[in-house]
């Protein structure tokens, strides 16, 4: 009876730590394609030709993250993770911003908004500054088309 248990607790700390795993390498991937991506524009480069089987794989990759961070917040009327599940909660909300999901973004920053208290408010505010900041750019860069 007692090895059950601890096997249990061992499994869902193997689990937890792989999820942490997927979404940074996830994270990593998602940040060098979409600076390579921008480069390729920058350089006026035909986007189309970038490698299929890289795409494919990083789909893969985003997936698999989104899959198993998912898999972990849906533990949470079982468990009581309330860490695990707000870094999850961040995690997806990072991954969304870099897919340029902002609606999914929005909506993974409510629920650290209202769920997790002051850090996952500051959490959602992190993600959400960036949103600004990017939508900031954007805007600049539009002004100064503009102007040419």
């Known amino acids: 009876m007692k090895l059950g248990f601890l096997s ?40 189309s030709r970038f490698p299929t089987e890289e795409k494919a794989e990083l789909d893969e990759i985003v997936n698999h993250a989104i899959q198993g961070a998912t898999r972990l917040i849906n533990l949470e009327a079982t468990r009581n993770w309330p860490g695990v599940f707000r870094e999850m909660h961040k995690n997806l909300a990072n991954i969304y911003y870099e897919l340029h999901d902002h609606d999914k973004v929005h909506e993974e920053c409510e629920k650290l908004k209202a769920d997790y208290g002051e850090v996952g408010r500051q959490d959602a505010e992190e993600v959400l500054q960036k949103l600004a900041d990017e939508k900031n750019d954007a805007d600049s860069s539009e002004e100064a088309a503009a102007t040419m």
């Open 8 to 47: 249990k607790i061992f499994e869902g700390a193997l689990s937890i730590e792989r999820t942490y795993n997927d979404c940074d390498k996830a994270l990593n991937k998602l940040g060098a394609y979409n600076e390579r991506i921008e480069e390729m524009q920058k350089n006026g480069e035909d986007l």
